[in-house]
T-cell receptor
Framework: DAMVIQNPRYQVTQFGKPVTLSCSQTLNHNVMYWYQQKSSQAPKLLFHYYDKDFNNEADTPDNFQSRRPNTSFCFLDIRSPGLGDAAMYLC????????????????FGPGTRLLVL | GQQLNQSPQSMFIQEGEDVSMNCTSSSIFNTWLWYKQDPGEGPVLLIALYKAGELTSNGRLTAQFGITRKDSFLNISASIPSDVGIYFCAGSNSGYSTLTFGKGTMLLVSP
């Protein structure tokens, strides 16, 4: 009964070669998030979708893009990965618009570790 | 922007000991969340707190939402080796919003 699924768990790409990371969820949550986490650091929010509305963090590089074709799926596209983009990428979901007090609880997937050669 | 100060940064304890860690903020949050992250995995939600003063338990874990709404603590009783990991606090404001994370507390438990 997996809730937030990320594939693949490990991804190796070459410097400058576009790569796409995938996330799917069975929770029917309307908000999906992408975080970047580097070693020994807290997750850093890149962007999120509230339903179909895309919300980019101010300091997220243009190199990072996202797509959400439907409620269940969300993709992270890195157009030209650099060595500094090697990190764990975490997808998370939450339900907004429901009972107050449960709007902010986010559930994370297992992450995709990206290696850039 | 909002910042969370999480302490301690790391702890090394003996199995069976109790553990306490906390987060403080310069601004008010309406929700506090505590996550645990194992190496190579995503954070797993441990406890969610929604009301000032709320005290919530989950097995050997207990967390409290400070009455000032600017702090929260997490206690782990009778620690076991599988408690090893990084514990993150996270805060959020009312309504739909994003989370602010603490920098994490790394817990090591010696058998």
């Amino acid at each position: 009964d997996a809730m937030v699924i990320q594939n693949p768990r490990y991804q190796v790409t070459q410097f400058g070669k576009p790569v796409t990371l995938s996330c799917s969820q069975t929770l029917n949550h309307n908000v999906m998030y992408w975080y970047q986490q580097k070693s020994s650091q807290a997750p850093k929010l890149l962007f999120h979708y509230y339903d179909k509305d895309f919300n980019n963090e101010a300091d997220t590089p243009d190199n990072f893009q996202s797509r959400r074709p439907n409620t269940s799926f969300c993709f992270l596209d890195i157009r030209s990965p650099g060595l500094g983009d090697a990190a764990m990428y975490l997808c998370a979901t939450s339900r907004a618009g429901g009972t107050w007090g449960h709007l902010e609880t986010q559930y994370f997937g297992p992450g995709t570790r990206l290696l850039v050669l | 922007g909002q910042q969370l100060n999480q302490s301690p940064q790391s702890m090394f304890i003996q199995e069976g000991e109790d553990v306490s860690m906390n987060c403080t903020s310069s601004s008010i949050f309406n929700t506090w969340l505590w996550y645990k992250q194992d190496p190579g995995e995503g954070p797993v939600l441990l406890i969610a707190l929604y009301k000032a003063g709320e005290l919530t338990s989950n097995g050997r874990l207990t967390a409290q939402f400070g009455i000032t709404r600017k702090d929260s603590f997490l206690n782990i009783s009778a620690s076991i080796p599988s408690d090893v990991g990084i514990y993150f606090c996270a805060g959020s404001n009312s309504g739909y919003s994003t989370l602010t994370f603490g920098k994490g507390t790394m817990l090591l438990v010696s058998p």
